[in-house]
């Protein structure tokens, strides 16, 4: 068996790194900000919400938007999963490129997109600190350690491995948004349910995301009441005692809440199905559409697979 | 005029629209909520469901439409029991406007919550976006169609509920308290729509003046049995009849001479003393060699969706005042209530006692507030009365026998002595909300912030929260669109419109403004012109029967 070979480093080499991935964070903090400050002033300008959205689908807008739901979903999941198939950095970085032109066709706002990524920012980043430690090391890896510091050991398979998982996972996060943000809730479940997803599935997450929001404000009114009685959050038998109740009330709230939704619904003859608003019509454009995506992925899969 | 101790026995019409017969109902703990009912309507009624708090109203209401089985007897819709198809055909016919609006907008967008019972009606997808548009033009929401119901406001999803039912094009429409939460102009949109509303009506409600506008006929229930049917002219022009009940809100007259237009007689505050000498509606001068309680300069306030809540607040506020703040709803009042609170922490300059409040939640500020929540619901969750009110002082780190001492005194002083061990989650609306006060009294604070104070309670309740309130000597804070609430406990009014105070003056002055409607768009007099209407129903009857105050 062949000995390792081993690359000693300089100190100020991986001070020099930390010191680049601390400049990352800020820079992805004040991304973060900036976006922020961007969503503040946007905000100010009304959307005009006369057009339900099931008819902006059916309008004239971008690739995405035109695409059949049902063919977008399976074309875009298929190519997601040819995506997370590779093994080599190279094709992984391409898909990441080919995620970012889909993100520009389909028009979605920077600062969207700007937050998903810097919300995977720092689960990647821990990955490219960790793996180079603990991947299993093969015959011929060569070792990397840094003066004065001989207890670690780097494998920098472990680092590619880690930027090969970074970018697939960057690329499909970076895929949702022409996937999901281009319809309307309603049109991605009820496509996903002709997809075989089963119904009442769908129907409790379209119900989930209403009321999510009515759950999370009664959540925020009754911890600020809380707070204003002077409730902290201590490590004491007391705390235990008043977050059992808050989360004891909340659930009946919620519970009754729930009675009266469906009181509500059945008020209006709902009988165990919701209403379809959508109607799906495949041209024959969406399947050549479909074919050319899954192609590029294909594509990407054989040159990982091949180098060809 | 009837003997309030006789029951008027129930009307029974020839072919009743929607009849109740002998029904009774139980909750699950066994408390009877309704017994025996006897109750027809007739195609076209115009039906006042009334009663305090607890009464069986909402619970009849469900039964009418389905929603709840009846413990025994039988509920009729065009002469035929509710069960199997009719039942069904009941739900499609019969619309029911909920209490609580998002109860009702369960969809993910406006367009598809009022198309909803379209569709389950199996209407084609044509006449279902011609009808949609329609209920929604004839709310005004026409141009908020694909917007999620949880972005909309208070007043836009209660007319958006009712676009749900006028889609469904109802014979007969069952509303559940419609006014409540809403701000003048916006119960004045909602007023218009439902006197246009063609078909048979059954408004619940505790807003007699409001009631007065739409319906005519009165049923008034009592610990769950029907105690009169008669009509709505005779019910209001007969003020022991609605004390008995709990429904009288004459109350409100006594301050003005039964004028209620009349500026009210509110004892000023020194701080209003010193605006009163300087002429017209100047913000709080502090008094000399005082520092004011509350002192705001250019605040500013944003929600992180980016909604510019406040725009360059300028406020002082003297201890002693009491401050009225009236808006439309989404003026800004509750997130100006939440900064000085420090719940929420806005660009500017915010202090209290001269000392900026500069961390969220304000440090130990909550020892100085007192903060009465708009839903009691969201202030209460302790397993017990007494539990709930101990919390604000053991919080404090008081000693356990002047905790003891703080909660017996502040149920005392909101007149629930002796509830100590009753669930709080079993109260009624009205004890529920002397609670949320109670809870808030036992901290002994400087300041009491209240948000719509009068919200869903029946008149007996806000008559009985009135004198609590006028008796207590704490600097008060009062967001309300309740005019008469305003004039009774407090002395000075802020006029809040998209996010900045535009008037700011003594109360007296505020009511009495012939301009205000002029200010924001709110009709702030539509209430008062209401109770004149119902004074000139029955020209000194109230004075013949009210009691010595």
Redesign the interface.
Known sequence: MTEPAVVVLPLWLPGLILLLAAGGLVAVGLCRRWA?AA??????EER?????????ETAPGNLFQRWDTRIKLATLLGYAFLVVSLHRPGPAAAAVLISAVAVLLARIPSTGVLKRAAGISGFLLMLALIMPLTVRRHPGDPIVVIAGLEFLTFNPRGLTLALTIGCKALAVALLMEPMLATS???NTLEALARLGVPVKLTQMV??S???L??FAA?SQ??Q?????????QRTDR?TLQ?VA??L??LF??SFD?TQ??Q?????????GR????H?FAAAPGDWLLAVAWLSVGVILLLFDRFGL | MHDIDQALLPKHLANPLLQAEQLSYSYGNGQQALDRIELSIAAGDRLALVGQNGAGKTTLARLLIGLLRPRSGRVLYAGVELAGDQLRRARLEIGLLFQDPDDQLFCNSLYEDVAFGLFNRGLAPELVADRVRRALTTVGLEHLAGKPPHHLSTGQKKRAALATQLAMEPLVLILDEPTANLDPHQEQLLLEQLQRFSGTLIAISHDLPFLCELCDRAVVLEEGRIHHDYSLRELVSHPPSMRRHGLDFTFRFSCCGGHPEAPRQVPPTAAAAVQAEGAEAAPSQPLTGTVPLFQLRDLHYTYPDGTRALRGIDLTIEAGDSIALVGENGAGKSTLLACLGGIRLGRGDCRFHGNRIERKHGGELWRHLGVVFQDSADQLFCASCREEVAFGPEQMGLSKSEVARRVEQALCQVRLGGYEERVPLYLSGGERKRLALASVLGMEPEVLILDEPTAGLDPRSQELLLAILQRLPTTKILVSHDMFFIGAVTSRTLVMHQGKIIKNYLTSQFLSDKALSSLNQIHYTYKNRCCTEILGLDQGAYFQHAPDR
């Not at chain 1, 919701?274 to 608003?277: A, G, L, S, Y």
């Open positions: 922020g969503a503040e002033e946007t905000a100010e005009d919400w006369s057009i339900p959205e099931l008819v902006v309307a809730l309603g379209l119900l995301h209403r009321y929001h009515v009664e009114r009754m600020t009441a809380m707070r204003a009685r002077g409730f902290k007391r008043t109740n808050f004891g009330m009946v709230r809440r009266r939704v009181d509500a619904m059945l008020a209006r003859g709902f009988t919701f209403p379809v608003h109607r």
